[in-house]
């Protein structure tokens, strides 16, 4: 199975702040990762897929990049409703996985 | 507007059997594979099980394989997973989950509220 590693596990970062999480395939997945984000309580939500394209209705704060093997994360500009955990998820073959997850807290 | 609501959790004992179901609506569910990921409290999210949009595949994760059945009736927009010797482990917050992409198997873009099994003696 591929397995996805995140990093870091937890972030602290004020509002505004540029924030970039990182997940890396133990293999290459070419571009099929999407990233999710999920509030205490609640269902994911899909923010991007294909590695790079941003989900319908998702603020353009949030990117996604890389291909391979690395991929990142990024909000451009922190805000607190961001406060969740973010979720990567490779597709590349039918046995799905996710990440670990990383827990952004605002400070 | 896409509508996942699960139902059937609840709490059984080791070795016990749980069928749970998800009624679909605000989309073709005929045209949409399915797929049903679970939570462990406090942890993480886990892959379950895929099946097709015309149910003719179906894919599970290790952990499940030869113990959960996922079926599908397209006629009833329901989406099924029963589960069979349960163990402690299989305690989570299990999600009914939609296919972002017609006749594929890719990312997910709308997941039910979940519904809660707990293993336990």
């Known amino acids: 199975d591929i397995e996805m590693t995140q990093s870091p596990y937890t972030l602290s970062a004020s509002v505004g702040d540029r924030v970039t999480i990182t997940c890396r395939a133990s293999?290459?997945?070419?571009?099929?990762l999407a990233w999710y984000q999920q509030k205490p309580g609640k269902a994911p939500k899909l923010l991007i897929y294909k590695a790079s394209s941003l989900e319908s209705g998702v603020p353009s704060r949030f990117s996604g990049s890389g291909s391979g093997t690395d991929f990142t994360l990024t909000i451009s500009s922190l805000q607190p409703d961001d406060s969740a955990t973010y979720y990567c998820?490779?597709?590349?073959?039918?046995?799905?996985?996710f990440g670990q997850g990383t827990k952004l807290e605002i400070k | 507007e896409v509508q996942l609501v699960e139902s059937g959790g609840g709490l059984v004992q080791p070795g016990g059997s749980l069928r749970l179901s998800c009624s679909a609506s605000?989309?073709?569910?005929?045209?949409?594979?399915m797929h049903w990921v679970r939570q462990a409290p406090g942890k993480g999210l886990k892959y379950v099980s895929t099946i097709s949009s015309t149910g003719g595949a179906t894919y599970y994760a290790d952990s499940v394989k030869g113990r959960f059945t996922i079926s599908r009736d397209n006629s009833k927009n329901t989406l099924n997973l029963q589960m069979t010797s349960l163990r402690l482990e299989d305690t989570a917050m299990y999600y009914c989950?939609?296919?972002?992409?017609?006749?594929?198997?890719?990312?997910?873009?709308?997941w039910g509220q979940g519904t809660l099994v707990t293993v336990s003696s």
């Open positions: 989950v939609k296919d972002h992409w017609s006749g594929s198997f890719r990312d997910f873009d709308y």
């Open positions: 605000g989309f073709t569910f005929s045209s949409y594979a």
């Open positions: 998820q490779q597709y590349n073959s039918y046995m799905f996985t």
């Open positions: 293999q290459s997945i070419s571009s099929w």
